[in-house]
C-alpha cells in the first residue's frame, strides 16, 4: 500500500512547530512490553492521556490504600521523553472501586471521599499532570444529570466542589470537564454549554472543556457544527481539548473504508483546529491493536491512526496534512 512507502514526518515534531499537543491514551501494559510501542508512542505524540491507570477503580482496591505502580510507570515515561500529561480522570460512574459501589455511606462521607481521592491523586503528580479531566461524563444523553453514585450519594454539588478542590490540590493544573456525544450541536452539547455556563458564573475554578469525538463511519460527523460548538465553548473563555478521538467503524475494514475514515479525520480536525480554539488532540489508543473498541462495540473496530501492527494507516497521514 502506498502510503506505508515514504518516511512519515513525526507528527509531535509538526505538532511542536504549531504549539499543538496531540497524543494518545496509553495503556501501561504495552507500555512496559512492547518496544516498539514505546518507540512509536515518543516519536509521534507529545502528550499522553493514561487510558485507565488514573482511574479510581483501578488506583484503590481497598480505602485509603493507594497503588500507582501503573500511573507512575506512565507519567516517568513521559517525563523522561518530554511529553506531557493529561490526567484522566477524578470523578467518573465507571471503573470505580469495589469498596466504594458497595458502601454505605451518609451524604458527607460522600464527599469526605469524594475531597479524598482528589487531593490523594492530585498531590502526587502535581506539577507534572497539566490538565485533569476532573468530572466525566456527568450528563445523560438527554441533558439532565447523569444518575450516578456520586450523584445519589453526595447531591448535586459534588460536581461543583470536585472542582474546587481540585484546584487547591494544585493551583496550576488546568481543570477540565469531559464528555461524549457533546461534539456537534445537540440537546447533550447544550446542556454541557449551559453547566460549564453556570459553573462559570459561580466562579468554579474550570478551565477546559474536553470533547471526546468518539465518532463512527456509518454516522458521518457534522464538522460545521463541531466547529461552531467549539467556537461557542471558547467564547466562554474555556480552552477546549479533543480527548478521547477515534473512527470506528464495522469490520472488516477495507481499504475504502479506511479511506473515508481518513476524510473524517480530516474534516473533523480541521474544524478543530481551524480558528486556533482547540489546543490538543488526544486519540483513544496508538493503534487499532490497543484499542477499546472491539470490546465495547462488538463487530466494530480499526478505529485509530495505525492498524494493529501499528503500520500507519491513511487517517495518520490525513492527521499529518490536517496539522500542517
Ligand atoms: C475506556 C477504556 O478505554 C477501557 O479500556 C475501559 O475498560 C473502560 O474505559 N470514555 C472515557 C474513557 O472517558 O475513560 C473510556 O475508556 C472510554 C469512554
Known sequence: MPFFRRRLSPLRDLADARGLLVGVAVNEAPLREDPA?????????????????????????????????????????????GMRVRGHTLVWHMLQPEWLTEGTFSRQEWLDILREHIFTVMTRYRGRVFAWDVVNEALAED?????????????EEYLEQAFRW?????????????????????PKSDSVYR????????????????L??????????????????????????????????DVRMKTPATPAKLVSQARIYRRVLRACLRRGECQACVFWGLGD????????????????LFDDLSRPKPARRAVQRTIR
Request: net charge negative; hydrophobic share 40%; aromatic share 8%.
Open 37 to 81: 510501542y514505546r518507540d512509536l508512542l515518543a516519536r509521534e505524540f507529545n502528550v499522553v492521556t493514561p487510558e485507565n491507570a488514573m482511574k479510581f477503580g483501578r488506583l484503590s482496591h481497598e480505602r485509603g490504600h493507594y497503588h500507582f505502580e501503573d500511573a507512575d510507570a506512565i507519567v516517568g515515561f513521559a517525563e523522561s521523553h
Open 143 to 155: 441533558g439532565s444529570l447523569r444518575d450516578t453514585i456520586w450523584l445519589r450519594g453526595a447531591g
Open 166 to 186: 481540585a484546584h487547591e490540590a494544585d493551583p496550576a493544573a488546568l481543570l477540565f470537564y469531559n464528555d461524549y456525544c457533546a461534539d456537534d450541536l445537540s
Open 195 to 210: 453547566l460549564l455556563r453556570r459553573l462559570l458564573e459561580r466562579d468554579v475554578p474550570i478551565h477546559g472543556v474536553g
Open 212 to 245: 471526546q469525538m468518539h465518532l463512527e463511519l456509518e454516522k458521518p460527523p457534522r464538522p460545521k457544527q463541531i466547529g461552531r460548538n467549539i467556537a461557542r465553548l471558547s467564547a466562554l473563555g474555556l480552552q477546549v481539548h479533543v480527548t478521547e478521538m
Open 289 to 304: 491493536g490497543h484499542s477499546w473498541i472491539p470490546e465495547f462495540f462488538p463487530g466494530e473496530g480499526a478505529a485509530l
